[in-house]
């Protein structure tokens, strides 16, 4: 059997369909890794009574499963670093097989852990080694798949393609979300605690194959004369460090400033409303569902909007807004708790923070040249997530026990945003600017 390594460097530009190819890898891969990846949010209670059933306080159960889920994100950066060098050597296609395989190990891991009641200490050790392999292999997935879309796009559509990723993260969540909320009302509470949650991990797994079988039929965008080089790999990981100091700074700041409005509105505001307002199981996989909607349905527009206005643009006018909104949104919610009104926010403020996630993403990889385009990105990316987005609700669920204060997460988001802002500044505008 023979490979299809052909490098564009090499060739003509990607035909239509190699470019649909790579836009359905992407997507079918990159939503079944996300679901794999985040549908312990959406268990993160149930998580908490099984796994950690410590104290009288629930709240500490549940700061302990917020904490098991920031640990994926400690993994991030190494991640993003040792698969992201081993894109710029081997190739993309490469890359994006193994985190694929890595993260069906980690869900294989999740369906098998005992619970604390079965075996003690264990059961918590199990799914934090999970959350570590799950962390490690998203960490490597964001950025060399955002790397192929842009590479396989051509000058004038980089941020569209890019929007393809944003898009397949809300269908993994989505996704998710729906497998969550099937499962809990076709099954007793007590049948959901004992099995319902382990087969809520095992559907990740079933897609495995179809999503290998077209990564691998991909063609590979790394130059050919990149590809096998581990010099240049070591080169590239140098200059990252030593060469690049700005682009990473500022790509770390723009990250903080859409990964944490995520977290915070995606999957904290309902663990929230569970927690601490006292709503149903049920309302976190319909808020995940209605705050996912706006990237799914809005995320090819925010890419072509971006192409055309610019990234600097695209990034700045979703931040007043969110910044505005922040602490209002809180006060109503805490003030007049109710199911409509969660929606009602988690899907107005994920609006404008579409059109920022898809620019943010799209300005990364134009920040880095080729041969460290995908470490570059992954590194940037998932330290930005690893530093205050991955730990969101930990710290919005700590800053409620010190302040008191059900409001006190909103200043926590509000933080990010001036975070972004200050990027933003040091930013240059890349649009149009052609990649080597």
Excluded at 373 to 395: E, K, N, P
């Amino acid at each position: 059997m023979t490979t299809r390594t052909t490098s564009f460097a090499a060739s003509a530009e990607p035909s239509r369909a190699g470019r649909t190819r790579a836009i359905a890898a992407v997507c079918l891969g990159n939503a079944l890794e996300f679901y794999d990846f985040l549908v312990y949010s959406l268990l993160a209670t149930l998580m908490a009574r099984l796994f950690f059933p410590f104290g009288e306080n629930p709240l500490t159960s549940l700061m302990l499963s917020f904490a098991v889920f920031g640990t994926g994100f400690i993994m991030r950066p190494l991640g993003g670093l040792l698969i992201g060098l081993y894109a710029d050597r081997a190739g993309r296609k490469a890359a994006m097989r193994l985190t694929l395989w890595l993260m069906a190990l980690g869900a294989l891991l999740f369906t098998v852990a005992p619970t604390y009641a079965q075996a003690g200490l264990v059961g918590p050790l199990v799914i934090i080694v999970a959350r570590l392999l799950q962390g490690f292999a998203v960490g490597g997935q964001v950025g060399t798949a955002t790397t192929i879309l842009m590479e396989y796009a051509g000058s004038g559509s980089r941020a569209y393609y890019c929007s393809w990723q944003v898009f397949s993260q809300s269908l993994g969540t989505i996704m998710g979300a729906l497998v969550v909320l099937t499962l809990s009302n076709l099954l007793s509470p007590e049948a959901m605690d004992s099995w319902g949650w382990r087969a809520v991990f095992a559907v990740g797994i079933l897609a495995i194959p179809v999503s290998e079988y077209i990564r691998h039929r991909l063609e590979e965008t790394l130059p050919a004369a990149a590809q096998g080089d581990s010099r240049q790999a070591r080169e590239g990981g140098l200059a990252l460090l030593c060469r690049h100091p700005r682009q990473l700074v500022t790509g770390v700041l723009l990250v903080i400033g859409v990964s944490v409005p995520v977290y915070i509105t995606q999957f904290y505001l309902a663990n929230h409303a569970i927690s601490v307002l006292g709503m149903p199981l049920g309302v976190a996989t319909w808020a995940a569902v209605v705050s996912s909607l706006p990237s799914l349905l809005l995320a090819p527009h925010a890419g072509r909007l971006s192409d055309r206005i610019g990234r600097r643009r695209s990034i700045f006018w979703p931040l007043p807004i969110l910044l505005l909104a922040t602490y209002p949104a809180f006060l109503l919610l805490n003030q007049w708790p109710s199911i409509g009104l969660l929606l009602l926010i988690v899907g107005l403020l994920n609006i404008p923070l579409t059109y920022g996630m898809v620019a943010s993403l799209a300005i990364l990889p134009e920040l880095f040249p080729a041969a460290i385009r995908a470490t570059g990105l992954s590194v940037t990316y998932c330290v930005g997530v690893a530093l205050f987005g991955g730990f969101a609700q930990f710290f919005a669920a700590g800053l409620i026990d010190l302040t008191g204060s059900p409001n006190a997460p909103a200043w926590y988001l509000v933080g990010a945003i001036l975070l972004c802002l200050a990027g933003l500044r040091m930013v240059p505008e890349t649009v149009g600017r052609t990649l080597d």
